[in-house]
């Protein structure tokens, strides 16, 4: 019991959990609502005061307004493209490695091909300039770069359990493939795959990320945490909580995933068949924004 | 004449692999009447499991299985399509694997594979009949073990629960694939025995695969003696175990070390 809770890396993503839960409530009582986009809420670069706890921009926004904002837009539009790689991934995947539509497979293949041949740091900048720096391009920029790795891995490792006794078992006790695919391989696979789903996260965060850093992300006013951290350079040395609040915001995330994504595959004993496929944890995570 | 349960003639497996083809069954002939005990017995390699699961049409992708004649219990297999099949596994003809440590879901309680096997119907009744099998087959515990995963009971244990779940639905035939091979050897001589009692309790007709002559003595009606994947000799027990004909059975009989001792009908040779 103690172990499942306990350990420094759980401490850490529970502090951290404690910390919002704390804030948001004193956000809550104490009447601090301003707009994220409204400007000359408060002085130009106030620093942090009672009022506006986190300090207010060069345009004098609220600080932690955008902070909250930027959060509920990173990781939102995280979460929604590492689902959909999940499950799109997934399902291609199993299809081409069960052969479950023969005349698509070839097609199939091809197309997880040229997810894996571009470098990470490539794609999402082409495909945000053939779909527009909006929330659908932001998407489908994370997307495209998550979704070949659980395409493979599902590919791989449902072709692989093909020879494994204990699905041959399946069948011998008069299994049909369906039911064997959905009581038998895809139970044996789910873990892997949501380890795999939360390190994605780690990319997905990273790529938003830095898009916005770059100036080619969402477009302002819209606040996300690579672009309060690239508008906020040039005042550095005069408002350093420009800069240091949202970075605190992406390392802690990223690490809080990334801890949470070790746990789980420990626990379930998975982390052998996630390592490797992880794309762009290289260069497209917080590093390369800081 | 008794309608014959099996009758293999004529079979041919193979596996293509890119320029080659391995061809692991050949031309082989069996025949089995109801409730008899067919011993299929050969060295490592020699095409024994490839053999039992062509009968399941249940051989490892890509292969070919070819044959002038597959019939089991009047229904012809060889143009059985997969439905028909997946209606006969399990239930006419069922299958012990020869490793249980890998024969299970590693994630998914015993009871629940067990049940599997079962057609549908009330989850009680299942149980019922399950927990029944399972202490038919000498599982200790059986309430609990339904509980259980695999990695948590023994190799023989799990060897029973194995065989358990082959015999719910009585199936006509039974095929072991080497099914003490994979446990210890004070272990096997316990699944042997009980091997012994279900063949006569439910009066199946079993297809043993083994490398071990004398485990087959123990059970066997007739054998067949494999060798690169052909069937090299084939005959009732007594006669194989008294006159072996062929060089390679003489030779599986001088490596069964048990043999000298505990049967004494092996005299002559
Ligand atoms: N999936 C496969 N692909 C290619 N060749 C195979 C395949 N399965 C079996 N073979 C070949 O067929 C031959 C017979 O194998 P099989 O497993 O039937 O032997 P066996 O008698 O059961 O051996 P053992 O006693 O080790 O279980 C071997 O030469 C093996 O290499
Ligand atoms: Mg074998």
């Known amino acids: 019991m103690n172990q499942r809770w306990g350990g420094r890396n759980a401490i850490l993503i529970w502090c951290v959990f404690g910390l919002v839960l704390v804030a948001a409530f004193y956000i809550a009582i104490s009447g601090h609502f301003y707009s994220p986009i409204e400007p000359f809420v408060g002085g130009k670069l106030q620093p942090p005061s009672h ?39 997934t399902l291609l995947g199993m299809g081409a490695g069960y052969n479950l539509v023969p005349f698509l497979t070839p097609v199939i293949l091809f197309l997880g091909q040229i997810s894996i041949i571009f470098p990470t740091r490539w794609l999402p900048l082409m495909i945000v300039a053939l779909f527009g720096n909006h929330a659908l391009g932001m998407v489908l920029s994370m997307f495209f770069s998550l979704w070949g790795q659980f395409f493979w891995l599902m590919y791989d490792e449902s072709r692989g359990l093909q020879g494994r006794t204990f699905i041959q078992a399946a069948y011998a006790v008069g299994g049909t493939k369906w039911k064997v695919i959905i009581f038998h391989v895809f139970p044996y696979l789910a873990p892997t795959v949501l380890v795999l789903a939360t390190l994605s996260f780690r990319t997905a965060i990273g790529v938003i990320s830095t898009l916005s850093f770059l100036g080619i992300g969402l477009q302002p006013p819209t606040p996300t945490w690579g672009s309060m951290i690239a508008e906020a350079q040039p005042y550095f040395f005069q408002a350093w909580w420009l800069v240091v609040f949202p970075i605190v915001a992406l390392i802690i995330s990223v690490l809080a995933v990334n801890g949470l994504g070790n746990r789980f595959g420990k626990r379930w004993d998975v982390m052998d068949r996630v390592q490797g496929r992880t794309r762009g944890s290289e260069g497209t995570d917080a590093t390369t924004v800081t | 004449m008794q309608r014959r349960l099996l009758d293999v003639q004529g079979l041919n497996v193979s596996f293509p692999s890119g320029q080659e083809t391995t061809v692991a069954v050949k031309d082989v002939n069996l025949q089995m009447q ?14 024994k499991s490839t053999l039992a699961l062509s009968i399941l049409k249940l051989t490892h992708k890509p292969s070919s299985v070819q044959a002038l004649r597959m019939m089991f219990d009047g229904t012809d297999l060889l143009h059985l399509p997969e439905r028909g099949m997946q209606k006969l596994r399990g239930k006419d003809i069922s299958m012990v694997f020869q490793d249980p440590k890998t024969a299970f879901h590693p994630m998914m309680p015993l009871g629940k594979q067990l049940l599997e096997a079962l057609p549908q119907g ?4 299942k149980r019922q009949r399950a927990l029944e099998m399972l202490s038919r087959v000498g599982l200790p515990d059986a309430e ?22 082959a015999l719910l639905n009585q199936p006509k035939l039974l095929i072991a694939d080497e099914p003490t091979t994979a446990l210890d050897v004070t272990v096997q001589a316990g699944i042997i025995r009980l091997f012994a009692r279900l063949k006569r309790q439910f009066q199946m007709g079993m297809l043993f695969i083994s490398h071990d002559l004398g485990v087959v003595a123990q059970l066997a009606d007739n054998v067949a003696v494999m060798r690169q994947g052909q069937i090299v000799e084939y005959g009732s027990v007594e006669r194989i175990l008294q006159h072996p004909v062929h060089p390679y059975t003489r030779h ?13 009908m092996i005299g002559g040779r």
């Open chain 1, 51 to 89: 009022a506006f706890l986190m300090g207010t921009d060069e345009l004098g926004r609220d600080v932690l307004s955008r902070l909250i904002a930027a959060t509920g837009v990173t990781l939102g539009l995280s979460l929604v493209s590492v689902v959909l790689a999940m499950l799109i991934g």
């Open chain 2, 34 to 47: 109801p409730g008899e005990t067919l011993a299929i017995v050969g060295e490592s390699g020699s095409g």
């Open chain 2, 122 to 125: 009330r989850r009680r009744e």
């Open chain 2, 144 to 165: 609990r073990q339904m509980h259980a995963y695999p990695h948590t009971l023994s190799g023989g244990m799990l060897q029973r629960v194995m065989i358990a779940m």
């Open chain 2, 252 to 264: 599986l009989l001088q490596m069964a070390p048990r043999l000298g001792g505990t049967l004494p």
